[in-house]
Every structure is written in structure tokens, then in C-alpha cells.
């Protein structure tokens, strides 16, 4: 037909290059972005078996420890003086037990939160990938 425009060739695979270059661009954000769900999933996963398997060993550790304060306790208040009378009470032989399990679980407690604020919780691997594809872009200009 007469009346049809065409571009002329160096136009329209200009046009096309550009139109390719942006779904380049579009497809491989959504694959970061699959990317990142994937790698996010797999650390929740780990990070829940890990909770899991913490939590159980946690809870049959305390039961040893409160057995073990009992014997300490009765301990020293044996070994505070003759069975009949302890120069230090029963309820003092508690006090030091408590003072000294509430030191260790201060430090331990305060050990634990230096090691939680060095935990990064962003996807590692996807932030390089993105960055090397970002400066793969710019270089390419």
C-alpha cells in the first residue's frame, strides 16, 4: 500500500536492539529476584532445624543444671560445717548457687547478643550477583 510508513532498517533494529536490551534487563531482575526467594528459603529452612535441634538440647541441658544446683547446694552446706549444724544455712548455700549461675548467664547472655549483631541476615550470594550485573551494565555502556 502507498499510504504504509516503514522505518527504514538502521531505525528498526535500532529499536528492536533497545527493546531487547530492556527485556535482557527485565528477565534477569526477575531471576535475582527468584534468586534471592531461593537462597532466603534455604536459610529459613536450616535456620529452623537448627532452632529445633537448640531448643530440644537447651531444655534437657536445664533439667541437668537445676539437678546440678540441688547437689552443689547440699553440697556445700555438707561440707560448710558437721550434718548436724552447718556453720552456713541451707538458704544461704542457695544464695551463692543462684549468684553464681546468674553471673554465668549474664555473660553468657551478653556473649550471645555481640554474636547476634554481627549476623547479617541478607541473601550474600544474591547482593554480589546483583552488584557484578549492575557493574556488568554500566561497563557495557
Known sequence: MANEVHAPPEEASMTSLLRGIINDV???IRQEIRFARTE???DARKLTRAGAVL???VG???????LVAFMVVHLIHTLSGSPDSASIPLWGCYGIVAAVFLVVGAGLGFMGCQSLQKINPLPEQTAQSVKENVEWIMNSK
Open 26 to 28: 527485565g528477565d534477569l
Open 40 to 42: 532466603l528459603k534455604t
Open 55 to 57: 531448643a530440644l538440647g
Open 60 to 66: 534437657i541441658a536445664s533439667v541437668g543444671v537445676v
